[in-house]
């Protein structure tokens, strides 16, 4: 499978890198292509060198203002002009979507997705991983939105929640 990853690009604690490092050995070892924004920088440098060392292949979509950053030595290394298309393309070449621990760029990823799934513009599972409980609070947001009748559709449908790497995996059917 092609699995997106939305993660930090920020500098983190172990509790953070260790359960990244986890998760993308295994996309790796399962064979499976990480799908992300292409830098080479904090979580998100974690996340590319766990699934290539692990055996998986790495398909990134950076930006032009972010070029700089883009790592080098990715199977593949797509440069989108702005932020818009860039995570058009990277919801495109994904078959499954997981949402690590980030801060607003990450949420911003997630919400989009979330949003076009909302509206039937695609079908591809998102999990969002919940590393030492960091989406608790989302996770209560969102069941709020539910019960208050915020979501068309049941919050099951739109989103998954997992606590660890093989229940991530096993949610997208990976
Ligand atoms: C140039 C520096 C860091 C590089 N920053 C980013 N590089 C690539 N992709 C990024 C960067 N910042 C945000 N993104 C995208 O959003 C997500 C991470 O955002 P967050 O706010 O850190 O959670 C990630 O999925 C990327 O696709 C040093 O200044």
Redesign the pocket.
């Known amino acids: 499978m092609n699995i997106c990853v939305?993660?930090?690009?920020?500098e983190l604690d172990a509790v953070y890198t260790d359960a990244a490092r986890a998760f993308a050995e295994l996309l790796g070892k399962r064979g499976h292509s990480l799908v992300?924004?292409?830098?080479d920088?904090?979580l998100?440098k974690v996340v590319a060198d766990g699934v290539q060392g692990a055996g998986g292949r790495l398909v990134g979509i950076?930006v032009e203002f972010?070029r700089a950053?883009a790592r080098a030595g990715a199977d593949e290394m797509i440069v989108t002009a702005d932020l818009a298309e860039r995570k058009a393309l990277l919801l495109d070449r994904a078959d499954a979507v997981v949402v690590m621990v980030?801060?607003?760029?990450?949420l911003?990823?997630a919400t989009e997705i979330l949003e076009l799934r909302k509206h039937g513009m695609h079908a591809k599972p998102v999990v969002i991983l919940n590393t030492a409980g960091f989406y608790d609070g989302l996770r209560q947001q969102m069941a709020r939105m539910e019960a208050e009748g915020f979501l068309p559709l049941p919050l099951a449908k739109l989103v998954s929640f997992a606590e660890g790497a093989e229940e991530a995996l096993e949610l997208l059917g990976a």
């Open positions: 939305f993660c930090s690009a920020a992300w924004g292409g830098s920088s904090g998100m950076s972010l950053s980030g801060g607003t760029g990450t911003d990823e």
